[in-house]
Nanobody, 123 residues
């Protein structure tokens, strides 16, 4: 089993920055897991934001150039640095993990999820 705990969400003005963290734990967790960030706004479906694995990183077009995903393998932690935030970035952000080396953008491919952290961007 893998447990994921997100932190770092909050309220920020448009143009501001936040850094989300996702701490992973569990007997089987290792750097062989690919990690992803997804978000869900009220009334909308969960959407892909960014992912990282041994094969590289990948971003949704809506965040490319503004968000950066990274990981610290020794700390079993994945980060999402979010800059130039926009009101449309407001959502609950979820961290997800899957065993594998490929970057995957489909939420159903991830087997482990965190509880989510709220990000609110005011205009």
């Amino acid at each position: 089993q893998v447990q994921l705990v997100e932190s770092g969400g909050g309220l920020v003005q448009a143009g501001g920055s936040l850094r989300l963290s996702c701490a992973a734990s569990g007997r089987t967790f290792s750097n062989q897991y690919a990690m992803g960030w997804f978000r869900q706004a009220p009334g909308k479906e969960r959407e892909f934001v960014a992912a990282i694995s041994w094969s590289g990183t990948y971003y949704a077009d809506s965040v490319k150039g503004r968000f950066t995903i990274s990981r610290h393998n020794a700390k079993n932690t994945v980060y999402l640095q979010m800059n130039s935030l926009k009101p449309e970035d407001t959502a609950v952000y979820y961290c997800a993990a899957r065993l594998g080396i490929n970057v995957v953008v489909t939420s159903s491919e991830y087997g482990y999820w965190g509880q989510g952290t709220q990000v609110t961007v005011s205009s």
